[in-house]
């Protein structure tokens, strides 16, 4: 298992690997809106820091921009109980929920089916995955560090995917509206709304992660 290239704002991406086996993806919410460089008052979600999830029923779906066909990808919304599978049959898997939020850490951490969860040693070291700062969505030559605050550049890069032209952001990347973001929609005016309101210093907007039942009080 490998972190993707290219941390996103709403979703964490990695390579899991491990093909042939069927085994659960565990994600711990290791530090949660904890922003590297400050953009408007931040809301505190420490709450729910190390609490942990698991990656649901993965979905292969069609990458479309205005239109147009770009291809699939594999996303997964995080739930409350393991679920095994074949990760490794996947190339790239967006992770996305209530739990994923900008300014984030998180730890990925796999199982197989024939092992006890309950025990810790079973499941593999960690693999940590980040979130960028909110509306932080572009990457390039002049624009690499993940802790810098949004700009037009981010913005551009929103638009850039809902016209469909070349080089854009994926979904994964330019979608920032929802509390819990829906890869089966096409990224829209709202998402764009929304990098411009990041870009304008407003805070993120969305409320915390939902609660499981296994949840400490």
Request: aromatic content about 8%; hydrophobic content about 30%.
């Amino acid at each position: 298992m490998d972190p993707a290239p290219l941390p996103k704002n709403r979703y964490i991406s990695l390579v899991p690997g491990n093909a042939g086996r069927k085994s659960a993806l565990r994600v711990t919410l290791n530090s949660l809106h904890r922003p590297e460089s400050a953009n408007g008052s931040t809301p505190d979600f420490s709450g729910y820091e190390g609490l942990v999830r698991y990656v649901g029923p993965p979905r292969r779906l069609k990458e479309i921009a205005d239109g147009v066909d770009r291809g699939t990808f594999w996303a997964a919304q995080l739930r409350c109980e393991p679920y095994y599978t074949d990760w490794g049959r996947m190339d790239v898997l967006h992770v996305y929920g209530s739990e994923i939020i900008p300014s984030s850490r998180y730890s990925v951490q796999t199982i197989l089916e024939t092992c006890d969860p309950g025990e810790e040693a079973n499941y593999s070291p960690a693999l940590t995955v980040r979130t960028t700062d909110w509306g932080d969505v572009y990457r390039g030559a002049d624009k690499d560090d993940p802790d810098l605050p949004p700009d037009m550049l981010d913005v551009n890069a929103v638009v850039r995917n809902f016209t469909n032209e070349p080089g854009a952001p994926i979904k994964a990347s330019a979608q920032l509206r929802g509390r819990i973001p829906n890869p089966r929609v096409d990224v829209d005016f709202l998402d764009i709304a929304d990098a411009v309101s990041a870009f304008s210093g407003a805070p993120y907007p969305y409320s915390g992660p939902d609660r499981c039942p296994t949840d400490t009080p």
